[in-house]
T-cell receptor
Framework: GAGVSQSPRYKVAKRGQDVALRCDPI?????LFWYQQALGQGPEFLTY????????KSGLPSDRFFAERPEGSVSTLKIQRTQQEDSAVYLC???????????????FGDGTRLSIL | SQQGEEDPQALSIQEGENATMNCSYK?????LQWYRQNSGRGLVHLIL?????REKHSGRLRVTLDTSKKSSSLLITASRAADTASYFC????????????FGAGTRLAVHP
């Protein structure tokens, strides 16, 4: 498709379960980002991939959070042993060029709304 | 923690009026971007202004940047009901990757 696609759109899980969120970036986009957006707040950076390399994971809140992009296209964000504070919208974005060369916009998916009961 | 702060947090206006939103940030930047987010949707890029630019226009949007005051403003002229959304400024740090740091946003409601 033409845009960034995320699935599922909604995910409900019980506390302690593992979840996996998928992001299909725009074809050919080198950079891929994950953000976490709490209700009423702006997105907060989680991690950044340049192709398959995870160059920045400084925003991941704990070692329960893991992201991968093994072939440099689709990415998965996995959260293990979920907790209630993990409830948020998880946004994926991609951009055409890597690093500082981008004075490029990021293109966002519609996000996955995760609710932990 | 978030870099920027938008002001006001919420804004309610009538169609046809202008809407002005402000953003302040804390550290040196490479560029500043404004995004719009409709309820339940992802963010849509509106406009990007580089650190060496002072003003930029795109359609009904006008963005200014004052790096000495570490602030930016977004003006939407002749607003429409369809402009109802949350608006976020995001800064790209000098020396970082494309790591955008977002403010908390301004929630704009435009009434017909």
């Amino acid at each position: 498709g033409a845009g960034v696609s995320q699935s599922p759109r909604y995910k409900v899980a019980k506390r302690g379960q593992d979840v996996a969120l998928r992001c299909d970036p725009i074809s050919g986009h080198v950079s891929l980002f994950w953000y976490q957006q709490a209700l009423g707040q702006g997105p907060e950076f989680l991690t950044y991939f340049q192709n398959e390399a995870q160059l920045d994971k400084s925003g991941l809140p704990s070692d329960r959070f893991f992201a991968e992009r093994p072939e440099g296209s689709v990415s998965t964000l996995k959260i293990q042993r979920t907790q209630q504070e993990d409830s948020a919208v998880y946004l994926c974005a991609s951009s055409l060029v890597p690093g500082l060369a981008g004075n490029q916009p990021q293109h966002f998916g519609d996000g996955t709304r995760l609710s932990i009961l | 923690s978030q870099q920027g702060e938008e002001d006001p947090q919420a804004l309610s206006i009538q169609e046809g009026e202008n809407a002005t939103m402000n953003c302040s940030y804390k550290t040196s930047i490479n560029n500043l971007q404004w995004y719009r987010q409709n309820s339940g949707r992802g963010l849509v890029h509106l406009i990007l202004i580089r650190s060496n630019e002072r003003e930029k226009h795109s359609g009904r949007l006008r963005v200014t940047l004052d790096t000495s005051k570490k602030s930016s403003s977004l003006l939407i002229t002749a607003s429409r009901a369809a402009d109802t959304a949350s608006y976020f400024c995001a800064t790209l740090f000098s020396g970082g990757y494309n790591k955008l740091i977002f403010g908390a946003g301004t929630r704009l409601a435009v009434h017909p």
